[in-house]
């Protein structure tokens, strides 16, 4: 049965530590629902209604025209050893950008990787515990490291030719912002 909490609990926090992989949840007003798998130890808990994930370059960058249009997003997080669990945070992100005045305050939480695009702030305003008794097992073996391989191939500005070509709109045509207008 699930149940809900109007913040992150100690206990919530330490699971969330634990896990190698998350998933993020956006929509725009219109258009696709996108879900994106992450990981690379790029998540921190900055307190019980405040989660801060660190966004590399992709092949799309759907999060940040869905949160540009409306907020909106969902992080789970899935238990695939141990006890089961699955928990939701929902809440309203914004993004930040290297130019921002918010960025050197947040990104020293982070590993530097290369790729680094964007940081993603979520205000959390409800959490969602529910069993994750169908959620498979699976045995962590590692960490890949073909992206960060792939951008420092690039170097910076190959990167940056990249997001110019690949980043700037979503899928559904909406803008992304990665770039100053």
Excluded at 67 to 89: D, K, Q
Excluded at 134 to 157: F, H, I, S, T
């Amino acid at each position: 049965m699930a149940k809900q909490y109007p913040q992150i609990t100690d206990a919530h926090q330490a699971f969330i530590e634990q896990q190698r992989i998350f998933f993020v949840g956006t929509a725009g007003r219109s258009g696709r629902v996108n879900v994106s798998p992450k990981g690379m130890d790029s998540l921190r808990v900055l307190g019980p209604n405040r989660v801060v994930w660190l966004s590399v370059t992709g092949s799309g960058n759907e999060s940040a025209a869905h949160v540009a249009e409306n907020g909106r997003m969902t992080v789970m997080f899935c238990s695939f050893e141990g006890a089961p669990m699955i928990l939701r945070l929902y809440g309203k992100a914004g993004v930040v950008y290297p130019r921002d005045p918010d960025w050197d305050g947040l990104i020293g939480e982070f590993p530097s990787l290369p790729g680094t695009r964007q940081l993603f702030d979520l205000q959390v305003d409800r959490v969602q515990t529910s069993c994750g008794m169908a959620v498979p097992l699976y045995d962590y073996e590692g960490d890949r490291e073909a992206l960060n391989q792939w951008a420092c191939k690039k170097g910076p500005d190959g990167v940056e030719a990249y997001w110019k070509e690949k980043n700037q709109v979503s899928i559904d045509g909406a803008p992304t912002h990665i770039f100053p207008k």
